[in-house]
């Protein structure tokens, strides 16, 4: 069962969104002005967050560093390409250079050396220190999956960084639930309606049954509507 250091509940994801850049910011003037890994989330939830925070004032862009939680296997400029979707609401909005873009390369047609050159590139980031990203975003599926950590593929006993999934509808490349516990911050963001019953199931899951449940309880902000 996963505990959350904190939980941020607002009516409205106007509210929510302003909490958590108070949050972010945060984070970052913590960092004292050194360099600060912020690991990027896929999906739709983040749309509107992404496009509030390039509007955001009294940011420190060229501080930051941007990898991504998880990616599927297609063209990085198709409509289901995290990339795209990070880069068309943030990345192209802000004051930073490509090389602060860690993304995912798509273009190895073998899935399993996607995720074995990412880790790699990880690692070579952290210079042989333990990958330790200063903040991990992460959303929620209905089903209660993070990042490509589904029920079927999340194992505790995995020793990679980084590894490969695949599913009916996409091969996916993801960062494991080690990689992502090892985070010195992890922002869990759940801001529709229809993300109640999810977060309710996993606060009360004793049992493991989602994969959001195994987040760690240490710095862990859980950000939702009520």
Known sequence: MVKFTKKIVENSENFLIKKFINQFKRKIKNKGGARFSFVLTGGKSPIKLYKNLAKEKNIPWRNIDFFFGDER???KN????????CKKNLLK??????????????????????????EKKIKKYFNGKKICFDLTLLGIGNDGHIASLFKNNISKINKKDVDFVIRKDFKRVTLTIKCINNSKNIFLWAPGKNKKKIIKNIIKDKRLVYPASYLR?????LFYCN
């Open 73 to 75: 296997c297609v063209n």
């Open 78 to 85: 198709s409509k289901d390409s995290n990339f795209n979707m």
């Open 93 to 118: 909005k802000i004051p930073i250079l490509n090389s602060q873009i860690y993304e995912i390369n798509i273009k190895n047609k073998k899935f399993k050396n996607i995720a074995r050159e990412y």
């Open 217 to 221: 309880s240490k710095n862990n902000i």
